[in-house]
């Protein structure tokens, strides 16, 4: 008998929304069944056309969810994400946990009840880049002196039509806040280079922005090879997403936002064809993988939870 996978989406603002499409290209590709709820709190926003066709049900009374989910996508406000995993682990056999994993480091994943067989993965998608692949895969890192990581951009144009000051980005008490909003760069840190033996960090509100949450966040990590400089900030207006590399041979320029990786002492770029959707793809594919006993989970709770403490507290 062929797979036919029972799935349901919490929260469908803009990476639920994608996370949906992606769901769909990826199973029909492989040509499996499957059918996709969605958990919503009311029904006051209205659904697209588009979105209504692929939804077989939507609930927003916790008592009639169902009990049988193969797959939930825990995709609400990050501040909502503890109970909302803790409410619904009867329900489901696994889950995909949107970053970062909380807005916080005090809860105790054990009072979440985890299935010990479940898979519970938490968004990493810029491992998935092809810049991020090319510099784990192709560069000696053991030659690496330091490295310099920086996102600079600008929060009113994250959301098309959306006002930034309504946005859990604008609000602490909502986990919103470069440092671990923008915990992608962190995470992609640790993949590359493991966790450092120490970290100090300046963070706080700098700009003109109605806010209240940090706008700028900056680090600097001790590792026993290499140091890390990581800048974060939500008012650069000229976006910049990039790993410098500083080696002995070279200093190579890894660029997320333009996809490109440069070598500048021997002036050679290498570009890659890939827009955001494409990595995002791969990440839905690859958690699939997870689930279906083909590879290991690459960021699971405890994981996510240790670099989150490095990007909230700055330290371990």
């Given at each position: 008998m062929g797979i036919n996978y029972k799935i349901a989406i919490i929260g469908?603002?803009?990476?639920?929304?994608r996370h949906l499409f992606n769901i769909e290209k990826v199973l029909e590709a492989r040509g499996i069944s499957y059918s996709i709820d969605l958990i919503r709190r009311d029904f006051n926003n209205e659904l697209s056309d588009d979105i209504k066709s692929m939804v077989n049900n939507i609930y927003t009374d916790y008592s009639n969810v169902?009990?049988?989910?193969?797959?939930?996508?825990?995709?609400?406000?990050?501040?909502?994400?503890?109970?909302?995993?803790?409410s619904?682990?009867?329900?489901?056999?696994?889950?995909?946990i949107e970053k970062p994993v909380f807005s916080d480091t005090a809860p105790s994943v054990q009072e979440l009840m985890l299935n010990e067989k479940g898979i519970y993965y938490v968004a990493c998608p810029l491992r998935y880049t092809d810049v991020i692949q090319y510099v784990k895969h192709e560069i000696d890192l053991s030659r690496v002196y330091s490295v310099r990581t920086i996102c600079s951009s600008y929060l009113p144009y994250w959301r098309a039509g959306v006002d930034y000051r309504n946005t859990y980005s604008a609000h602490a008490d909502e986990g919103g806040g470069v440092s671990i909003d923008l915990i992608h760069e962190w995470d992609y840190i640790v993949y590359l280079f493991g966790h450092p033996d120490r970290v100090e960090n300046f963070r706080g509100k700098v700009s003109?922005?109605?806010?209240?949450?940090?706008?700028?966040?900056?680090?600097?990590a001790k590792y026993k090879n290499l140091m890390a400089e990581i800048h974060l900030d939500y008012f650069g207006v000229?976006?910049?997403?990039e790993l410098q590399l500083f080696t002995y041979e070279d200093t190579?320029?890894?660029?997320?936002?333009?996809?490109?990786?440069?070598?500048?002492?021997?002036?050679?770029t290498i570009s890659f064809a890939e827009s955001r959707n494409d990595y995002q793809l791969k990440e839905i594919?690859?958690?699939?993988?997870?689930?279906?006993?083909?590879?290991?989970?690459?960021?699971?709770?405890?994981?996510?939870?240790?670099?989150l403490k490095i990007a909230k507290e700055g330290s371990l």
């Open positions: 469908l603002g803009s990476i639920g929304k169902p009990d049988d989910y193969d797959v939930i996508f825990i995709t609400n406000p990050t501040h909502l994400h503890f109970d909302t995993i803790k619904y682990v009867p329900k489901t056999k696994h889950m995909f003109h922005l109605e806010i209240d949450s940090d706008d700028l966040s900056i680090y600097i000229q976006t910049i997403r190579i320029i890894a660029d997320i936002a333009n996809s490109k990786i440069t070598y500048l002492k021997r002036n050679e594919s690859a958690f699939f993988d997870v689930i279906e006993g083909k590879t290991v989970n690459p960021n699971d709770i405890d994981s996510a939870v240790m670099t």
